[in-house]
């Protein structure tokens, strides 16, 4: 019999063991663990029968509104595999079939949104969860692989289920990611004997240029055109909390204005531009600080 599985969360962790006590005695459930996202959001999560997650987190929802701030409250009762291996689990997916190129980011607040966003993602067509991550302030991702048309089913079906649960930041599909994001973001496996694509190669020249976003989906799509905009290196991406992420390309003078003023375009279209920045000849004391992720 499928095991359903049940959320509780909080913005704060008082709130959260209070939930997770009532949870537990309010029915025979088990304990599978807490998830700690950043921004103060924690979730307290149970498995069992349908019917006896529901009364276990009915009395976990009252006790978190007594005690401190719930977020949001839900109950999966048939959470998908993929979900259960990449999301409940923390596995990353190996490798992926040919034709599955395109990329899909579903960006919520919270990680009981994250879960019902990536079931439903999965069950609608035929795409596979590469990863998810968070990235701070509450900041949850979920990242999915596939051909185009499955990878838009999912991404829309995702930010749907997202959007009834918590706050959406962004719904993206890349159909066909530059090559070299794979080896520097977190955006899962290369497609299997895919081939070189976009007119963006290795860069020559040192100045860096920089495109900063609050939420990842933004960066992913900054860091993808701005790779495919002109012969630039990207160097990775860097977190520093509050949501805030940054991706770096190199090259030179003029190929790395080209690729930030196009990363910072799609930037703004995508989700939340915060500043970018080209160095033209940068010191030493700036290539310490070891770029890639």
């Known amino acids: 019999m499928p095991r359903a599985y049940g959320f509780v969360e909080t913005k704060g962790f008082t709130g959260c063991v209070e939930a997770t006590d009532a949870m537990n005695k309010a029915a025979s459930v088990d304990y599978v663990r807490r998830v700690d ?48 291996k990449f999301i409940i689990g923390a596995d990353k997916l190996k490798e992926l079939d040919p034709g599955m190129r395109a990329l899909g980011m579903i960006e919520m607040i919270g990680y009981t949104a994250l879960t019902e966003a990536a079931d439903a993602a999965v069950k609608a067509a035929n795409s596979v969860i590469s990863d998810r991550l968070w990235i701070g302030s509450g900041y949850a991702i979920v990242l999915l692989r596939g051909d185009v048309a499955a990878v838009r089913a999912s991404v829309d079906a995702g930010a749907a289920a997202a959007s009834r649960l918590s706050k959406l930041v962004a719904a993206h599909v890349i159909p066909s990611p530059h090559m070299m994001l794979n080896n520097v973001l977190p955006i899962g496996p290369a497609e299997k004997n895919a081939p070189k694509q976009g007119p963006a190669g290795s860069g020559d020249g040192d100045a860096l240029g920089f ?8 960066m992913v799509a900054a860091s993808d055109a701005g790779v495919k905009a002109a012969r630039v290196t990207p160097l990775g991406w860097q977190k520093v909390g509050a949501a805030l992420v940054t991706t770096i390309f190199q090259g030179d003078v003029a190929a790395v204005k080209a690729s930030v003023d196009a990363g910072a375009a ?3 279209r995508v989700g939340d531009l915060v500043s970018v920045n080209v160095i033209p000849r940068p010191h030493e004391a700036v290539h310490s600080y070891n770029f890639p992720k």
């Open 37 to 84: 996202i950043g921004g103060g959001f924690v979730t307290t999560l149970v498995t069992g029968d349908v019917g006896a997650v529901k009364a276990s987190v009915d009395a976990g929802t009252a006790a978190a509104r007594r005690v401190g701030e719930l977020l949001t409250s839900n109950v999966i009762p048939n959470l998908h595999e993929f979900a259960t």
């Open 211 to 218: 495109v900063e976003t609050k939420g990842f989906a933004a």
């Open 266 to 268: 799609e930037a703004r």
